[in-house]
């Protein structure tokens, strides 16, 4: 977006704004999750989990008179409540909640109603308290997702603008909740990509809305990493257990890759069943609590124990047993229609392989809990740079830079390797390939195709508005530009005669002899219609054609 100086300085307040409110919202959800633990997995089946201590909580697990028995049922009714609410006020709430926001970003102009907002950290916050095995990530992303779309609109922003206060608004939240406000920002603007790709316009302004969502948070929780690590356990050893960190990226990446296909699987296999949506959080949530009577460790978001993990507390066969528990609990509670995120599942997974790779390896446990809590998330959400940073600010493990870009590196590799062949690529199934899929760039080619068509001083086109011209292209309708000529876009089919062929060749020939192509689109890149291009199929054409042209193109284009 080309801003002017009162542009800029209107989108820097803003930007303010959305910090703080992410930091109000943080503040309210963390208060709502304690609450609802309170309330239901420690008032009603007695059982508290260790949490931090930097959260205020005790490093303690509490087991209450009836033992665990009682944990099944209250994360079924904490599953009921949740579909009873997500059903009636706002199904969008449903799930993971950072789906959500790349959806909105890529597939409906950044639109997201408001209700979604307090009905997603109101769910997530009984899914969470009632022992289900999910994170706050996805709420707090979603939720304030939700404020930034809605404030867009409330002060008349456009289509451009609402997509990046959705982004804003996530930085800001996860920055707060997390205390990690460069990865949070890193992380609004890398997640809506399967592939190394950024949404890099919008990083400035998502990390001073981070920025400032953290600095008001950390006056109330305070400004020290989540998790405490002894910095003599962060010292590295022989480079050779430099091998060992990529070894546990290996492992990572193995893991990253059957995460989400384990998932989506069980995300499926909850749309077959033939169940009332309102049952369904309770039916996950049930399985969940059965998984917890012989692990208890996988209800909630495991923080403490991932801290317990950190401390070398944990035996080579429960960190092995955990990591598999996590996965199968997770899929549980959040596929079946339950709210909650899949970072914290995420962390717990990496945590306890780092712990197991620490084990075998007879080396300290901290570094490798850190660098496989990195290394999991990277590999399941391709978020390699947002992963690093967030898990490195999240326990101050700035050293640990390098054997965690290694372990990153791997794992992103293994895993990218592996999902090239299955369904599943990811644990954001909304995610695009790269900004040249995204319909959110298909305007911005398009402007750049019709300053290609004004640069030849086409005198019909200068007579019709940019909004106009964009709003009739974008629906498929061919513009006349005069001169029994019209203009118009399309998807070249992968059925065409003319995929495998040069504009030289087949360039006239896709609607008769006064077929003009003015760009074709590949992905991110624009392309000239040079000559000797050769179409390939899903080519983005802009060209024009004759009149009778219009009807011959329907053979070999579909609309954008």
């Not at 926001?101 to 979604?116: D, P």
């Not at 195709?449 to 640069?455: F, P």
Request: proline share 4%; aromatic share 8%.
């Amino acid at each position: 977006m080309a801003l002017d100086k009162s542009d800029q300085r209107r989108l820097i307040l803003d930007t303010v704004l959305l910090g703080v409110t992410g930091a109000v919202l943080v503040w309210l959800f963390n208060a709502a999750v304690h609450w609802s633990t309170e309330l239901l997995l420690s008032g009603i089946a007695g059982y508290r989990p260790p949490g931090l201590p930097t959260e205020g909580d005790t490093s303690a697990e509490t087991v209450g008179p009836y033992g665990l028995w009682l944990i099944p049922l209250v994360t079924a009714l904490g599953g009921l409540i949740v579909g009873f609410i997500t059903n009636w006020l706002s199904p969008e709430a449903q799930g993971h909640g950072t789906d959500a926001v790349a959806r909105s970003f890529h597939r409906e102009g950044g639109s997201m109603r408001l209700r979604v907002a307090p009905v997603k950290l109101l769910a997530s916050a009984l899914t969470i308290g009632s022992g289900g095995s999910a994170g706050r990530e996805g709420p707090i992303a979603q939720a304030m997702a939700a404020v930034g779309a809605w404030y867009a609109d409330l002060t008349g922003r456009n289509e451009d603008y609402r997509r990046l206060y959705l982004l804003l608004g996530a930085a800001a939240g996860i920055s707060a909740i997390f205390r990690s406000p460069i990865g949070a920002a890193l992380f609004a603007v890398e997640v809506l990509y399967a592939d190394m790709e950024f949404e890099a316009g919008a990083l400035v302004y998502a990390t001073l809305a981070a920025i400032v969502a953290y600095a008001l948070s950390g006056l109330v929780t305070g400004f020290g990493p989540l998790f405490l690590v002894n910095e003599q356990d962060l010292i590295l050893g022989s480079p050779l257990d430099y091998a060992w960190y990529a070894v546990l990226g290996v492992s990572a990446g193995l893991v990253a890759a059957v995460l989400p296909l384990v998932f989506y699987r069980v995300r499926d296999g909850f749309q077959r069943l033939r169940a009332h949506p309102v049952l369904k959080p309770a039916i996950g949530g049930l399985l969940t609590g059965l998984v917890a009577l012989a692990l208890p460790q996988i209800l909630g978001g495991g923080y403490g124990w991932i801290q317990s993990a950190i401390d070398g507390q944990l035996t080579l066969g429960l960190v092995l047993a955990l990591a598999a528990a996590k996965i199968g609990s997770m899929s549980f509670s959040i596929a079946s229609g339950g709210s909650g995120g899949v970072f914290a599942p995420s962390l717990f997974v990496g945590a306890m392989l780092g712990g197991a790779c620490a084990a075998v390896a007879d080396l300290t446990a901290a570094p490798f809990v850190v660098v496989g809590m990195a290394a999991v998330f990277a590999g399941a959400a391709h978020v390699p740079f947002a992963a690093m940073m967030m898990v490195v600010e999240m326990t101050g493990g700035y050293t640990l830079l390098v054997p965690s870009a290694l372990g990153v590196l791997v794992s992103y590799l293994v895993q990218r390797h592996i999902a090239s062949s299955i369904r599943c690529r990811s644990i954001y199934e909304a995610q695009v390939g790269s900004r040249g899929e995204s319909p959110a760039h298909h305007t911005e080619h398009l402007k750049i195709a019709l300053r290609i068509l004004r640069e030849q001083r086409l005198t019909r086109l200068e007579k019709l508005g940019n909004l106009d011209l964009l709003s009739l292209l974008r629906s498929g309708v061919a513009v006349d530009i005069g001169e029994g000529r019209k203009l118009l876009v399309g998807i070249l089919r992968a059925d065409s005669p003319f995929v495998g062929s040069t504009i030289a060749q087949s360039g006239r020939g896709l609607a008769g002899d006064d077929t003009n192509i003015i760009a074709v689109l590949r992905q991110e890149h624009m392309l000239g219609p040079q000559p000797d291009l050769v179409l390939e199929a899903g080519d983005r054409l802009v060209l024009v054609c004759g009149v009778a042209g219009t009807e011959v193109l329907g053979r070999h284009l579909d609309s954008w």
